[in-house]
C-alpha cells in the first residue's frame, strides 16, 4: 500500500469519526428535550393525543422531504459540507423557539425548522458510504448509530438531573448549546470530497431504481405506516401506570440499548449480510408491539423499551447501508434522500392515524394495525436480493 492510500484510508477514518462526533454532540442536545417533549406538549401546552400524532408525524415528514431536496442538491451542485452544518444549526435554532412557545401551535413552524435541519442527512450518509468499503461500510454506520444513541444517553441523564430544577424551557436553551459545536466540528476538520462536475450530474428519478431499490423503498414505506413515534410508548407507559417522572428513565433504557446494539448489528451486516439484519429489526419491532399488547407488567414494559432500543440499533444503520449500496454510486445523497422521503410522507400518516385511533377505540388499536404491516413488510424482504 503507497502512501497516497494510507493517506486517503486516514482522511476517510478521520471523517467517519468527526461525522460520530458531531452526531453525538446533537443527539445530546435533541435528547436533552426528547423525553420530556410529549409530556411539555400534552401537559403544558393543552395538546391532545391527536394533535401529539399530527405534530410528530409533521416532523417524520419533514425529515425526508428535506433529505430528498438536499440530497437531489447535493448531487446537482457537488457539495455535501454546507447541508451538514447548516442541518445542525437548524437544530439548535429550533430548540430556542421550543423554549418561548407558549401554546401548541407556536411549537409547529419550529418543529418544522427542527425536522427540517435532518436536510443533513443524506449528504451526510453519502459521504460516510463513499468514505467506506463494502467490507466496513456496515461498521461505519453503525458507529455513526451508536454514536448518535450514546449522545442521546447521556443527553437524557442530563435531563433527569436539570429538569426538575430549571423547568422545560431553561433546559431547552441550554439544549441548543452542544448542536453549535457540531458545526464547528464540521466546518473545521472534514474535508469536501470532490464530486463529478454539474454537467455530468443526469438527476435521480423512481424510474431509475433498480427492482431491488423499489422493492425494498416499498417493503419500508408499508413499515413505516406502521411504526408510530415513540412518542406513543412513552404515553403508553403513563397510562400502564409509570410516573411522568419516571418516562425519562424508560427513554434512556431504550437510547442506551440502542447504543450498545447499533454497531454490533453493523458488524453483523458486513459478515452475514444487510437482508437478515433488516429482516431481525421487523421482528424485533413486532416483539415490541406484541409485549405491550400482551405483557402487562412494570418489568414487561421496562424490557419492552429495550427490545425498542434492539430494533432501532438493527434497523437505522442497515437500512442506511442497504440503500447507499442499492443506489448508483454517483448518485447515493439522491437515492438515500429519496428513500427517507417515501419513508417520511408514510410517517406522517402513520403517527396522525395512531393518535386517532388510540383516541377513538382505545392504546391498543394502533399496536395491532402495525403488528399486521411489520408482518407484510417481513414477508417482502425475502424477495430481495443483495448486490
Known amino acids: 500500500m503507497n502512501k497516497k492510500e494510507t493517506g486517503a484510508q486516514k482522511e476517510n477514518k478521520k471523517t467517519v469519526r468527526t461525522f460520530a462526533a458531531s452526531s453525538f454532540l446533537n443527539d445530546m442536545g435533541s435528547d436533552m428535550i426528547y423525553p420530556i417533549w410529549p409530556l411539555f406538549l400534552t401537559t403544558v401546552l393543552g395538546a391532545n393525543m391527536a394533535i401529539l400524532g399530527l405534530v410528530d408525524g409533521l416532523g417524520d415528514a419533514i425529515v425526508s422531504i428535506s433529505q430528498a431536496i438536499s440530497g437531489y442538491l447535493s448531487d446537482r451542485m457537488g457539495k455535501r459540507k454546507v447541508f451538514i452544518w447548516t442541518g445542525y444549526m437548524f437544530g439548535s435554532l429550533s430548540r430556542v423557539g421550543y423554549a418561548f412557545s407558549t401554546v401548541w401551535q407556536h411549537v409547529i413552524p419550529f418543529r418544522i425548522l427542527d425536522r427540517a435541519g435532518k436536510m443533513r442527512g443524506a449528504p451526510r450518509d453519502a459521504l460516510i458510504a463513499d468514505a467506506s468499503t463494502n467490507e466496513n461500510r456496515g461498521r461505519s454506520f453503525g458507529l455513526l448509530r451508536a454514536m448518535d444513541n450514546l449522545g442521546a444517553f447521556v443527553g437524557i441523564i442530563i ?78 407507559a ?51 408491539c406484541a409485549s405491550f399488547i400482551f405483557l402487562h407488567s412494570y418489568l414487561a414494559v421496562m424490557l419492552t423499551f429495550v427490545l425498542y432500543g434492539m430494533h432501532k440499533g438493527a434497523l437505522e444503520p442497515v437500512q442506511k447501508t442497504f440503500v447507499s449500496e442499492l443506489s448508483p454510486e454517483k448518485l447515493r445523497a439522491s437515492g438515500l434522500g429519496a428513500y427517507q422521503m417515501v419513508i417520511g410522507i408514510c410517517a406522517l400518516p402513520s403517527s396522525f392515524a395512531a393518535g386517532m385511533l388510540w383516541d377513538a377505540y382505545g392504546m391498543l388499536v394502533p399496536l395491532y394495525l402495525s403488528l399486521g404491516l411489520t408482518a407484510i413488510s417481513f414477508a417482502m424482504m425475502f424477495f430481495i436480493r443483495e448486490k
Open 159 to 236: 435531563c433527569i438531573l436539570l429538569v426538575g430544577m430549571l423547568g422545560y424551557r431553561n433546559l431547552f436553551l441550554i439544549a441548543a448549546v452542544p448542536s453549535v459545536a457540531a458545526v464547528l466540528l464540521i466546518l473545521l476538520i472534514v474535508r469536501e470530497r470532490k464530486l463529478p462536475e454539474k454537467k455530468l450530474f443526469k438527476g435521480f428519478s423512481f424510474r431509475g431504481m433498480s427492482r431491488n431499490l423499489k422493492l425494498f423503498t416499498l417493503l419500508s414505506a408499508f413499515f413505516a405506516l406502521g411504526s408510530f413515534s415513540y412518542s406513543f410508548l412513552l404515553i403508553y
Open 238 to 288: 403513563t397510562q400502564f401506570g409509570f410516573q411522568p417522572a419516571f418516562v425519562p428513565v424508560l427513554y434512556m433504557i431504550f437510547t442506551f440499548a440502542a447504543f450498545v446494539f447499533s454497531l454490533p448489528f453493523g458488524k453483523l451486516a458486513d459478515k452475514i449480510g444487510r437482508k437478515p439484519v433488516m429482516m431481525i429489526s421487523f421482528a424485533l419491532w413486532g416483539m415490541v
